[in-house]
C-alpha cells in the first residue's frame, strides 16, 4: 500500500504567518492517464473533513485563494498563504492513484 | 444544494452485525462513485470501501474484507455499509463521501462494546 509522511505533525502559527505541509509518497502518485490523484483535505475541530486541492494544485470553489498546492511524482506541499483564525484544524492528504486509497496521517495546525 | 446523510449507527456487541445507510440529495447519485471512510477516537481518517456509480467495481480495504459489504440503490440514491462479526476496533465515526471527495456526510457513530 502506498504510504503518505506527513511532516510536520504540529504547526503552530501567528494570524497572517505562511506555513507549508509535506506530503510524502511511498510510491510515485502520476498516474497512467497521466493525472496525480493526491488532494488536500481540512477538518476543523468537531466537523466532517473538507476538500481544499484536488489534483495536487486546483483550488476547490469556495476555498480561499490563500491556500495552493504543489508538487510532483512523491513530494507534494500545501501552502497556507497568511493564516487564518478559520484555518486551525487537522490537514490531511489522500491519494487515490493506487488501490487502496490511503491517507497521511494529519498535520494539526494551532494558532498562537 | 448536495447532502449527504447517514444514518443507522449505534452501539453494537462484539461479533453482531450493523448496517449504515448514506442518502444522497442535491446531485445526481448514480453519476458519481462513493466511498465510506472511518474515523477512530481521536485518531485519523482511514478509508473503508469504494464503489463505483453502477457498482461494477467495488473495493475494500484489508481490515474489512470479507467482514463488510457496500452497495448502492440508485434508484433510492442511497450507499448502504453492511458490517458483520463487528469488532471493538471497529468503532469509528462513519462517514460517506463522493468520490471526488468534494462532499461528505456529518458521519455516524458506530460503537463496539459489551
Known amino acids: 500500500d502506498v504510504v503518505l509522511t506527513q511532516t510536520p505533525p504540529t504547526l503552530s502559527a501567528t494570524i497572517g504567518q505562511s506555513v507549508s505541509i509535506s506530503c510524502r509518497s511511498s510510491?510515485?502518485?502520476?498516474?497512467?492517464?497521466?493525472?496525480?490523484?493526491l488532494h488536500w483535505l481540512l477538518q476543523r475541530p468537531g466537523q466532517s473533513p473538507q476538500l481544499l486541492i484536488y489534483?495536487?494544485?486546483r483550488l476547490e470553489s469556495g476555498v480561499p485563494n490563500r491556500f495552493s498546492g504543489s508538487g510532483s511524482g512523491t513530494d507534494f506541499t500545501l501552502k497556507i498563504s497568511g493564516v487564518e483564525a478559520e484555518d486551525l484544524g487537522v490537514y490531511y492528504c489522500v491519494q487515490g492513484t493506487h488501490a487502496p486509497l490511503t491517507f497521511g496521517s494529519g498535520t494539526k495546525l494551532e494558532i498562537k | 444544494e448536495v447532502q449527504l446523510v447517514e444514518s443507522g449507527g449505534g452501539l453494537v456487541q462484539p461479533g453482531r452485525s450493523l448496517k449504515l445507510s448514506c442518502l444522497a440529495s442535491g446531485f445526481t447519485f448514480s453519476n458519481y462513485g462513493m466511498n465510506w471512510i472511518r474515523q477512530a477516537p481521536g485518531k485519523g481518517l482511514e478509508w473503508v470501501a469504494s464503489i463505483s456509480s453502477s457498482s461494477s467495481y467495488i473495493y475494500y480495504a484489508d481490515t474489512v474484507k470479507g467482514r463488510f459489504t457496500i452497495s448502492r440503490d440508485n434508484a433510492k440514491n442511497t450507499l448502504y455499509l453492511q458490517m458483520t462479526s463487528l469488532r471493538s476496533e471497529d468503532t469509528a465515526l462513519y462517514y460517506c463521501?463522493?468520490?471526488?471527495?468534494?462532499?461528505w456526510g456529518q458521519g455516524v457513530m458506530v460503537t463496539v462494546s459489551s
Open positions: 463521501a463522493r468520490h471526488s471527495w468534494d462532499y
Open positions: 510510491q510515485s502518485l502520476l498516474h497512467s492517464n497521466g493525472n496525480t490523484y
Open positions: 489534483l495536487v494544485s
